[in-house]
């Protein structure tokens, strides 16, 4: 190897075979060693890594390496989210099977991580689409369905006639898929349900122990998914019928003012409610034309409130009052009871409706010394206040009035106080192929039956052909469905929906704890050992649905005896995207970076360090082709300094001990940086893991040992000091360039490898001054810096610095006013 030219491509081949062959990223249960488990979430196999994948596997790299050094037993597996749509339609289209595709992506992207030189434990490897993997994701089904927490409604869904399949509200785009852009409709289908709303209050309440490990921003987005929300639930009676409408209200203290009713077009009353209405025509063309409509841009704040007269009125259970009834854009079924009593003079989106549709104001809760006036109000009051127009409550504050008008409701069984969640049940129907089979079978006598444990896994079988329109090929595979009935021994058929792939990664961080266990799901003393997952770390976007059905899959896990845990992930590190001019990289907007182009140019060292340091691990990182140059450059200065000091360097240890007496004052310097370096990167990289802050403090170490090495080189107390130095530069820069420091840490003499070398600790005596550099300004502006003993007082250091000569200049003819010091850092004399 030529030694003078820093050659990655080389360096990195060769260190990945080392740590190979040494098995040193192999873990095995040790309860002699505090354990750590890192993972970052993991990747579906799309065939390519992109900068996204780099950053978020850098990030995690760095703490498996860190916490490494610093005596933890590391679990830093890899596994692949391999089922799913985009695979069954990559497939279609380049006529390949979907398996075909999947294992030879997987191939292909095992190969590019190795290429960056990622610590993983390769021999935990999963992929989800492999039988060994679904036979215990459909004995979980089993036993849920045992538990009562499985069940199969008609449901009306998201439907995609592109993809064939259904789409959660948040992969429907502005009323279009956000795969493959076609208009997605309203459509009825039986579907599998997942009843998280079993556990949306352990949910909700669990998240108060996420508090200072996950970010604020994410518990949050939790906690308005979830959505509990304390009130009452009121039957309106339908005008001339026995029909109820039922409302949830957190308001009820407002439900004197309420003066129309607004239903989601999609309300399941809704048919009978417009049938034989001069207003059916027009119902139905609004509930086509809602049906379009995005979910989540329905539920806006800036949405444009549209509606429809159904021509039908119900009655105000407390004022006996006739109210029309319309169907609101904004209204949804599965939100509430999918109708809300209106009250456009103490809600927003209420008021404008009915400025839109010219219905009437009620006023029913008066400010203090204040009267509002329903033709001059310009928006809804919403503050407290006392309430009017509403009967016996008349001059109740409003809260009490709450209290009261529900006790009143339940008295006269009008309604009853009841909690509401947003949280709806988890559908886990897909009617396409490439998924885990759901392990039912359909019996013309004995109806549902599921399969029995010990026929498990149902295979999901490899030997057919996709379908170039999408639909899945499994209902007409007559291998597949045709069966008998395990109860009855009568012919039967399977059933042929496939599970949501958001069941897959709900539970494969558990498996990695023991994934080659054959005769069970998990090793209960390997779970034991290794839970929680210590650090999670993965992209904002999966914030809400696979976090939250993590959770819930562990507690059901835990309440079936699987596990002892509440939650699976004690810290969360949610990274920022890679943006290229200012924009997320995608292939429509041509700014994609192709990391192995970036490898090949620059090597894996050289990308990893740029991704670490570009920008904090939760902010968003703009791409920079000067800021990878820079990288590079960095690396191969370090690579010079090392190869030019060889001769005088001496593998003495990194923070080595030195007696700093009788050092010169640049050999004092310089292991006063060196421990403060190692002081500063330790803190950095604890708890948020600063990468930026930490590897700038590096390079200015690097800065130093440039400027002292030709004066320190000459002695060997000096050789000794910068042997030290660069042996913690080695150390401090190993987890986030691992590759260039174990070779320059070799060169140096070492035959120990850095991949089981200890983390240097920083010598607090090291870090005891001798002198301080204090800065001087007059009126807040630099004057000048000196050179002080450390044990300085600070009314001798106002002295000295009234004696700088350029201090001297800047007071002289003027009166000090004041001045101030800040101890040990700098001087600010005040005149005027």
């Known amino acids: 190897m030529d030694k003078k ?6 360096i990195e081949l060769k260190w990945q075979k080392i740590w190979e062959k040494k098995e040193y990223f192999k873990v095995k249960d040790d309860s002699k060693k505090p354990k750590y488990y890192v993972l970052e979430m993991f990747p579906y196999p799309s065939g390519r890594i992109h900068m996204g994948h780099v950053r978020n596997y850098s990030i995690g790299d760095v703490v498996a390496r860190l916490k490494t050094m610093q005596g933890y037993n590391v679990l830093h597996p890899m596994g692949w989210d391999a089922f799913g749509l985009p695979a069954e339609n990559a497939a279609i289209k380049h006529n390949v099977h979907p398996a075909k595709w999947t294992y030879e992506n997987i191939d292909y992207m095992r190969k590019e991580l190795k290429r960056l030189g990622y610590s993983y434990d390769w021999g935990r490897e999963i992929a989800t689409c492999h039988p060994k993997y679904y036979k215990w994701e459909q004995l979980f089904f089993l036993k849920l369905w045992e538990k009562g927490l499985v069940y199969r409604k008609k449901s009306p869904v998201n439907w995609c006639p592109g993809c064939h399949t259904v789409l959660a509200n948040e992969q429907v785009e502005e009323g279009l898929c956000w795969r493959c852009s076609s208009v997605v409709e309203q459509k009825e289908l039986e579907q599998w349900f997942l009843k998280i709303t079993d556990y949306a209050e352990e949910l909700l309440a669990d998240l108060e122990k996420l508090k200072g490990g996950w970010p604020e921003k994410v518990l949050a987005m939790q906690k308005n998914w979830i959505g509990k929300s304390e009130g009452v639930e009121i039957d309106f009676q339908v005008d001339g019928e026995a029909t109820k409408i039922r409302v949830f209200t957190t308001r009820p203290d407002t439900l004197f ?8 077009p999609e309300h399941p009353l809704v048919p009978a409610l417009i049938s034989e209405t001069n207003q059916e025509k027009a119902c139905k063309e609004f509930i086509e034309k809602t049906k379009r409509l995005d ?20 009655i105000n259970p407390v004022t006996g009052a006739k109210i029309p009834i319309y169907l609101a854009n904004f209204v949804l079924a599965e939100y509430g009871t999918g109708a809300v009593m209106a009250v456009p003079a103490h809600d927003q989106r209420d008021f404008e409706f009915a400025k839109k549709y010219n219905l009437p104001l009620k006023v029913v809760i008066q400010p203090k010394n204040e009267t509002l006036d329903p033709s001059s109000m310009t928006q809804a009051y919403t503050e407290q206040g006392f309430l009017v127009n509403s009967g016996e409550f008349n001059g109740l504050f409003n809260e009490d009035a709450k209290v009261a008008i529900a006790k009143y409701l339940e008295e006269k069984n009008l309604g009853k106080r009841t909690v509401n969640y947003r949280l709806r049940d988890w559908n886990i129907s897909r009617q396409r192929y490439w998924g885990a089979p759901i392990p039912v079978i359909y019996c013309p006598k004995c109806g549902l039956v599921p399969v029995k444990e010990e026929d498990l896994p149902v295979v999901l079988p490899l030997d057919v052909k996709t379908k170039e329109d999408g639909r899945s090929p499994l209902p007409e595979y007559k291998e597949f469905v045709e069966t008998t009935c395990p109860k009855c021994g009568a012919k039967a058929k399977r059933e042929t929906d496939t599970m949501d792939t958001f069941v897959e990664s709900s539970w494969y961080f558990l498996r990695y704890t023991s994934p080659r266990k054959e005769d069970a799901p998990f090793d209960p003393n390997s779970l034991k050992y290794w839970l929680p997952v210590d650090q999670y770390i993965g992209g904002v976007e999966h914030a809400i649905l696979h976090l939250l059905y993590s959770r819930f899959f562990v507690k059901v896990l835990r309440d079936l005896g699987y596990i002892d845990l509440d939650e699976p992930f004690k810290n969360l590190l949610t990274q920022g995207m890679v943006l290229k001019d200012g924009a997320k990289m995608s292939k429509s907007k041509g700014n994609v970076v192709d990391p192995d182009e970036m490898i090949q140019k620059y090597g894996a060292d050289t990308v990893r360090l740029f991704c670490l340091f570009a920008a904090p691990p939760e902010k968003d990182m703009e791409w920079s082709d000067q800021g990878i140059d820079g990288s590079f450059r960095f690396l191969n200065r370090l690579w010079r300094v090392i190869i030019e000091l060889l001769p005088i360097l001496s593998p003495v240890g990194a923070a080595c001990k030195i007696d700093k007496n009788n050092l010169s004052p640049k050999a004092k310097k310089l292991l006063f940086k060196e421990h403060q370096t190692i002081d500063k990167v330790t803190r950095d990289l604890k708890g948020k893991f600063q990468f930026n802050t930490a590897i700038a403090a590096v390079m200015e170490l690097v800065n130093l040992i440039y400027l002292v090495k030709d004066e ?3 002695d060997e107390i000096g050789a000794k000091l910068l042997s030290s130095a660069l042996s913690s530069v080695c150390c401090l820069l190993y987890p986030m360039v691992p590759h260039i420091c174990e070779e320059l840490w070799q060169m140096i003499g070492y ?5 089981i070398t200890s983390w240097p600790k920083a010598d607090p005596e090291a870090l005891q001054q001798d002198t301080l550099t204090i800065v001087i300004q007059v009126n807040g502006k630099l004057r000048g810096k000196i050179e002080v003993d450390a044990n300085i007082s600070d009314e001798e250091v106002k002295a000295k610095a009234l004696e700088d000569s350029n201090v001297q200049k800047h007071v002289q003819g003027k009166t000090i006013v004041k001045t101030i010091v800040v101890p040990k850092k700098l001087v600010n004399i005040v005149v005027k």
């Open 295 to 314: 979910k989540i841009v329905r539920t806006s704040e800036d949405l444009e409130k549209e509606g429809v007269f159904t021509g039908r009125y119900c």
């Open 5 to 10: 030219n820093y050659n990655p491509q080389e």
């Open 257 to 264: 003012g309420a003066t129309f009713m607004s239903m989601a």
């Open 751 to 755: 035959e120990e490898h850095l991949a």
């Open 712 to 714: 320190l080189k000459q």
